[in-house]
């Protein structure tokens, strides 16, 4: 059983520039959420993705947007890059639109400078 | 919405002695309850959860953690800890109606000295 990954694992950007990180979900998982997890702090709630359509979207601007495919792996888009954007970025997959556990990727670190 | 407070954001313990993370959430609607681990470069594990049921939740690498309704709180606690539990220990909630958002404490570090 592959378990939730994410790419890439770090990533450099510019402010202003526009950035697409990936995650596959795990084997037999059909929903997706993303988290914005900055340094030393929690995990904040982006949204998330169930059978490909957005299915819960927590306090972040639209230039955060995101995708699920068919297989269920997914995008997280962002647009016009902020220096506060810098953060680590997980993906969680679980199965249905119920609670089921979460299992999360190892995230991608992104910079802004 | 949801806050989660986690008060300590670093508790140093010498291995083999008790520790508590403390835990307390901000609404008193019906609740999940989660504590997720956080290795280095990793990403979050899920420990243990209360949905429904005993109050009492145990992992099992012997934390517990205890819902309280009352006093809003979900403290997580283990006996003896192993220098192998260093990490950074986060506290979760979901509200029962919306239960796909999950609201993160901003964790705790705790760090088992020899």
């Known amino acids: 059983e592959t378990g939730v990954t994410q790419s890439p694992t770090h990533l450099i950007k510019t402010r202003g520039q526009q950035v697409t990180l990936r995650c596959s979900s795990q084997s037999g998982h059909n929903t997706v959420s993303w988290y914005q997890q900055a340094l030393g702090q929690g995990p904040q709630f982006i949204f998330q993705y169930y059978r490909e359509e957005e299915n819960g979207r927590g306090n972040f601007p639209p230039r955060f947007s995101g995708l699920q495919f068919p297989n269920y792996s997914s995008e997280l888009n962002v647009n016009a890059l902020e220096l506060d954007d810098s953060a680590l970025y997980l993906c969680?997959?679980?199965?249905?639109?119920?609670?089921?556990?979460?299992?999360f990727g190892p995230g991608t670190r992104l910079t802004v400078l | 919405a949801q806050s989660v407070t986690q008060l300590d954001s670093q508790v140093p313990v010498f291995e083999e002695a008790p520790v508590e993370l403390r835990c307390n959430y901000s609404s008193s609607v019906s609740v999940y309850l989660f504590w997720y681990v956080q290795y280095p470069n990793q990403g979050l594990q899920l420990l243990l959860k209360?949905?429904?049921?005993?109050?009492l939740v145990e992992s099992i690498n012997g934390f517990e953690a205890e819902f309280n309704k009352s006093q809003t709180s979900f403290h997580l606690r283990k006996p003896s800890v192993h220098i192998s539990d260093t990490a950074e220990y986060f506290c979760?909630?979901?509200?029962?109606?919306?239960?796909?958002?999950?609201?993160f404490g901003s964790g705790t570090k705790l760090n088992v000295k020899p």
């Open positions: 969680a997959s679980s199965f249905g639109k119920t609670y089921n556990e979460q299992f």
């Open positions: 979760a909630v979901s509200e029962g109606y919306n239960f796909n958002k999950f609201y």
């Open positions: 209360y949905l429904s049921g005993s109050t």
